[in-house]
C-alpha cells in the first residue's frame, strides 16, 4: 500500500502569511494527488487534483507543485478563510490513502 | 449541480451492522466510483473504499473483512454495510464521487456526513 506522509501536522500563522504544506508518498504515484480542505463541521472540498490542476473557484493565492514523491500546496498571502485542515490523497492505487492531515490555525 | 445525500442509523450498539445509504442527484450515475471515507472524532480522513455503477469494488485491506458496499443503479443509490462495529468504528461517515480522467482521480462531491456512534 501506498503511504502519504503529511507535514507539518500543524501550523499557526497570521494573515498575509506565505505557507506551505508538504506531502509525500510512499511511492511513485506520477501526479495522481490531490488536495482538499476541510473547515470544522464541514466534509471535505476539493481544491486540486492532478498535482496541480485547480478546482473551478479556487483563488489564485493557492499553488500547488510535483516534483518526484514530494507535493507541496503554498498558499501566498492567507485569508481568514483560509484557516481550516489540508489533506492530501493519492489517487494512484487502491487503498487510496489521505495524509495525516495539516491544521492551519491563526496566531 | 450534483448532490449527494445520505442517511443511516446514527447509534449503534457493538457488535452490530453499520448501514448508510447515499443517494445522488443531478448527474449521471454511471462513470463513477462511488465511494465511502470516514473521519473518527478529532482525526483525519480514512478511505473506506469505493464501488461502481457496474458493482466492481475496491476496499481499504484494514476494513476488508468487514465491509460491503452495493449500488443501486435504477435509484442512483450506493450503501455501506460494516458489521461486527465497536467503539473503534465511531466517526463521520461521509459518501463521495470520484471522477476518474485521463491525468488523475478525484473526489468532486461530497455528502454532508453522517455521524455514527458505537456504545453500549
Known amino acids: 500500500d501506498i503511504q502519504m506522509t503529511q507535514s507539518p501536522s500543524s501550523l499557526s500563522a497570521s494573515v498575509g502569511d506565505r505557507v506551505t504544506i508538504t506531502c509525500r508518498s510512499s511511492h511513485s504515484i506520477s501526479t495522481h494527488l490531490n488536495w482538499y480542505q476541510q473547515k470544522p463541521g464541514k466534509a471535505p472540498k476539493l481544491l486540486i487534483y492532478?498535482?496541480?490542476s485547480f478546482r473551478g473557484g479556487v483563488p489564485s493565492r493557492f499553488s500547488a507543485t510535483a516534483s518526484g514523491t514530494d507535493f507541496t500546496l503554498t498558499i501566498s498571502s492567507l485569508q481568514p478563510e483560509d484557516f481550516a485542515t489540508y489533506y492530501c490523497q493519492q489517487t494512484y492505487s487502491s487503498p487510496r490513502a489521505f495524509g495525516q492531515g495539516t491544521k492551519l490555525e491563526i496566531k | 449541480q450534483v448532490q449527494l445525500q445520505q442517511w443511516g442509523a446514527g447509534l449503534l450498539k457493538p457488535s452490530e451492522t453499520l448501514s448508510l445509504t447515499c443517494a445522488v442527484y443531478g448527474g449521471s450515475f454511471s462513470g463513477f466510483y462511488w465511494t465511502w471515507v470516514r473521519q473518527p472524532p478529532g482525526k483525519g480522513l480514512e478511505w473506506i473504499g469505493e464501488i461502481n455503477d457496474s458493482g466492481s469494488t475496491n476496499y481499504n485491506p484494514s476494513l476488508k473483512s468487514r465491509v460491503a458496499m452495493s449500488v443501486d443503479p435504477s435509484k442512483n443509490q450506493f450503501s455501506l454495510n460494516l458489521n461486527s462495529v465497536t467503539a473503534a468504528d465511531t466517526a463521520v461517515y461521509y459518501c463521495?464521487?470520484?471522477?476518474?480522467?485521463?491525468?488523475?482521480?478525484?473526489?468532486?462531491?461530497w455528502g454532508q456526513g453522517t455521524l455514527v456512534t458505537v456504545s453500549s
Open positions: 492532478a498535482a496541480s
Open positions: 463521495a464521487r470520484l471522477d476518474v480522467e485521463s491525468n488523475g482521480a478525484h473526489l468532486d462531491y
